[in-house]
C-alpha cells in the first residue's frame, strides 16, 4: 500500500524528467546522424520478423499502418509462439494466449498473414537452423521489397537470435534482393547506427498504441515507455510529427558481415522501457555506442 502511494507521488516527476531527458537526447542524435525520412514503398510485398508477439506492433506498429496505407502487402512471421518455461506457468497455454493477442494486435494494424515457428522463448539460438530455413520457405513464396527484423544490439538474445537465423537464410542461396530494416525495442539503435526514420501523427499512434495494448500478457514493459520513447523520437525528423519510429537500412551483404561478429557484448544492455529506471538504462546504454558503432564499420 505504502509502496503504491510513493509511485503515485513520484510518478509525475518522473514523467517530466522522462520527457525532458528524451527530447534532449534524440535532438543531440539528430545533430550528428545522416538521417533521411524514409520513404515508403507502394504496392509491394513486406517481411516482418518479429521475435516475440509483440515486437511488430511495439517496434514498427505506425509504419506497418503506414505501409498498409500505400496498399503493400505486410505478413509477419513471429520466430517463436510464445512459450516459456517459468515457475507456476503452463507455458502451453501462455502461447495459446501469446498467438491469440497477436492474431488480435495485427488485425488492428492490418497485418496480411502472420504465421509463427514451433520455438520457445529464449531458445532461439538454440534453433537457428530450423528458423532459417523456415525464413528461406518464407521468402520463396513471393518476391518481398523489403525485410524488417530486429536490430543485432538488442539485448535479447531472441532478437538478436532473429536476425542472425535471417542472416544465415539470406547467406544460404536465399533469393533476396530488397532491402533490410533493423529496428529496435530496447534502445539498441543509437550513434552510428540510424538511417531512417517514420513520423505519423497522433491517429496512427492511437491505433499502434491499441495493437500492443492487446498483449496484456506483457509484465516485463512499460506501454507507457513505449509512448514516451515514440514521442522522443520525433526529435529526430522536422518536428511536423508528433511520433516518430526508426531504423537502420543495410543491404544484405553487410547484414550478413555483422551476423558473424561478436554479439554477446550487449547482454550486458539494459531494458529501455522501465518507467522508473528508464534515464539510468538509457545512459548505461550509451557506454554500448563504440561497440554498436563498430558493428556496422
Known amino acids: 500500500m505504502l509502496k503504491n502511494i510513493i509511485k503515485k507521488t513520484v510518478k509525475p516527476k518522473i514523467l517530466k524528467r522522462n520527457i525532458k531527458y528524451l527530447k534532449s537526447y534524440y535532438s543531440e542524435i539528430s545533430q550528428d546522424e545522416e538521417l533521411k525520412e524514409d520513404s515508403l514503398p507502394f504496392d509491394e510485398n513486406i517481411l516482418v520478423l518479429s521475435p516475440h508477439q509483440d515486437d511488430e506492433s511495439i517496434g514498427l506498429g505506425a509504419t506497418i499502418i503506414k505501409l498498409k496505407e500505400n496498399n503493400c502487402y505486410v505478413k509477419v512471421l513471429y520466430i517463436t509462439d510464445g512459450r516459456i518455461k517459468r515457475d507456476g506457468i503452463d507455458e502451453i497455454e501462455i502461447s495459446k494466449t501469446r498467438l491469440k493477442e497477436a492474431d488480435e494486435a495485427i488485425k488492428i494494424l492490418g497485418v496480411d498473414d502472420f504465421e509463427y515457428i514451433e520455438c520457445e522463448n529464449l531458445k532461439v539460438e538454440d534453433n537457428l537452423d530450423i528458423i532459417s530455413k523456415k525464413i528461406v520457405e518464407v521468402l520463396s513464396d513471393r518476391k518481398y521489397k523489403r525485410i524488417y527484423t530486429t536490430a543485432f544490439s538488442e539485448y535479447h538474445i531472441d532478437h538478436r537470435g532473429c536476425s542472425i537465423a535471417l542472416a544465415r537464410a539470406l547467406d544460404d542461396k536465399c533469393d533476396f534482393d530488397g532491402e533490410i530494416f533493423l529496428y529496435e525495442i530496447n534502445n539498441s539503435l543509437q550513434r552510428g547506427s540510424i538511417n531512417r526514420y517514420v513520423q505519423y501523427p497522433d491517429d496512427i499512434a492511437k491505433i499502434k498504441h491499441k495493437a500492443f495494448k492487446m498483449y496484456s500478457s506483457q509484465k516485463g514493459i512499460s506501454f507507457e515507455v513505449v509512448e514516451l520513447i515514440e514521442r522522443g523520437k520525433s526529435n529526430l525528423g522536422d518536428g511536423n510529427f508528433k511520433n516518430a519510429e526508426l531504423f537502420l537500412c543495410i543491404d544484405a ?45
Open 253 to 297: 551483404e553487410k547484414f550478413i558481415e555483422v551476423s558473424k561478429k561478436n554479439l554477446s557484448i550487449f547482454n550486458k544492455m539494459k531494458n529501455a522501457t522501465n518507467f522508473f529506471r528508464m534515464i539510468e538504462n538509457y545512459n548505461y546504454n550509451k557506454s554500448f555506442e563504440k561497440e554498436i558503432l563498430n558493428l556496422y564499420k
